[in-house]
T-cell receptor
């Protein structure tokens, strides 16, 4: 158990639905991340939050909307997704001191299927 | 733009064999390099982290080396076991001033046969 939990573990949604992915970390970290892992592609960083402030948006389409209400919780709100958005969405956290050698700890991911 | 390549993409070996996984990166201006393990349907587990000033790190049967100038890292697994079967990912972090972004390779899928 990594200390980073994600819910739901599996999600099937239509293109017109609105859903949210949730991530929670119990490690006392200050940085949280969303990654997308598609088949046969490298993990792609989507968003980074440091001390609840968004510090990176890796050119992610606006149909993905992150929210970080506090250092322990991170959400990814989804609306009007496309089938190519189907992927494993991974959340990670780290201590968050910029430039340090801290390791990122990953959650188990949410397997998203868009019909 | 940093690109990370892992060779081979897949590997199947008999139990007990020593093996080497390769990782190469195009931009040598890295802060550190990390090797992860991913089991099917699960998240990533960090195995080893090598700072750019280091040449290698060891943890149990795992040894990771880094040659920053040539843009290469290897993960050596000694006396492989079926429980080592997983996908192994390497990731590089940009230089210190650029924050916490990791760039990942596509991984090597390892199967160790009993």
């Amino acid at each position: 158990e990594t200390g980073v939990t994600q819910t739901p573990r599996h999600l099937v949604m239509g293109m017109t639905n609105k859903k949210s992915l949730k991530c929670e970390q119990h490690l006392g970290h200050n940085a949280m991340y969303w990654y997308k892992q598609s088949a046969k592609k490298p993990l792609e960083l989507m968003f980074v939050y440091n001390f609840k402030e968004q510090t990176e948006n890796n050119s992610v389409p606006s149909r993905f909307s992150p929210e970080c209400p506090n250092s322990s919780h991170l959400f990814l709100h989804l609306h009007t997704l496309q089938p190519e958005d189907s992927a494993l969405y991974l959340c990670a956290s780290s201590r968050g001191t910029s430039g340090s050698a801290d390791t990122q700890y990953f959650g188990p991911g949410t397997r998203l299927t868009v019909l | 733009k940093q690109e990370v390549t892992q060779i081979p993409a897949a590997l199947s070996v008999p139990e007990g064999e020593n093996l080497v996984l390769n990782c190469s990166f195009t931009d040598s201006a890295i802060y550190n390099l990390q090797w992860f393990r991913q089991d099917p349907g699960k998240g990533l587990t960090s195995l080893l982290l090598i700072q750019s000033s280091q040449r290698e790190q060891t943890s149990g049967r795992l040894n990771a080396s880094l040659d920053k100038s040539s843009g290469r890292s290897t993960l050596y697994i000694a006396a492989s076991q079926p429980g080592d079967s997983a996908t192994y990912l390497c990731a590089v972090r940009r230089e210190k001033s650029s924050g916490d972004k990791l760039t990942f390779g596509t991984g090597t899928r390892l199967a160790v046969r009993p």
